[in-house]
């Protein structure tokens, strides 16, 4: 952990993407460049987005206290109607209507009591054909549902600030629903955040680190993998494109 003094007192919010550091240590050679955003007269906390420039204060809120859901949900809202009024032409609201409409309510887990999952008879002795062996629809049943539960673990992760490990009630969601604007289809590329070329996981970490004011997450960490496949999963059938920006 770093000392005290050289931790940052400022709240940074993801903007324009979802962003994370590297989660690895072998990864995080060197320290993931912050932005040094304005500080508050009266000592409360600054908040901003990741261009660097666009910033908002929760008033009333010291470094180290934690904001409300509800404040979280305002200060990120302020900052992203300001960002939209700074960039008329982008399309961010484009973007979060396709995530939504284009997904929908994820589907419930299926469990081993599923009735998807209750033994079948036998499909005969050659299953369909693949370079591994046969398989046969049960396998397939199962495959998709331990798919989904895997999906869903990431999305409930995504979306809960508490189980992000973060101190300060906010989540991914706030700036990205149902993971829009987070292009996973376009990674790796480089971000001048990191300064350095980032996988999706990386940008996820650094918004855990530094958003969420939580603690970078190890590259096989359950919770971690399961949010790198919610959001791949909200972009299915988009056409990768890596080092695009």
């Not at 770093?2 to 994370?20: C, Y």
């Not at 992203?80 to 589907?107: F, V």
């Not at 673990?153 to 989540?171: E, M, R, W």
Request: proline share 8%.
């Amino acid at each position: 952990m770093l000392p005290k003094s050289t931790m940052s007192r400022k709240l940074i919010l993801p903007g324009l993407f979802l962003l994370a550091s590297a989660g690895a240590a072998l990864a995080r050679d060197a320290a993931s460049p912050k932005h040094d955003l304005p500080a508050s007269p009266n000592g409360d906390l600054v908040v901003g987005l990741c261009d660097g420039k666009t910033t908002a204060t929760v008033s009333g809120v010291k470094a180290g206290q934690a904001v409300t859901p509800d404040q979280a949900r305002a200060v990120s809202n302020e900052l992203m109607d300001q960002w939209k009024r700074k960039n008329p032409t982008s399309h961010w609201d484009d973007e979060e209507r396709i995530a939504q409409a284009g997904n929908g309510p994820l589907p419930a887990p299926a469990t081993a009591s599923s009735p998807s999952l209750a033994p079948v008879a036998s499909e005969g002795a050659h299953g369909q054909s693949q370079t591994y062996g046969s398989f046969t629809k049960r396998d397939e049943e199962i495959w998709q549902a331990s798919t989904d539960a895997f999906i869903e673990q990431g999305n409930k992760t995504f979306h809960d600030a508490t189980a992000l490990g973060g101190t300060i009630a906010v989540s991914c969601d706030m700036c990205h629903p149902n993971a829009a604007n987070t292009h996973p289809e376009t990674y790796p590329k480089y971000q001048v955040q990191l300064g350095r070329v980032a996988l999706l996981r990386d940008m996820i970490n650094w918004c855990i680190e530094n958003p969420v004011r939580g603690k970078p997450l190890a590259d096989d960490d359950p919770k971690l993998r399961a949010m790198e496949a919610y959001i791949l999963a909200q972009r299915k059938g988009t056409p990768l494109a890596y080092g695009r920006h």
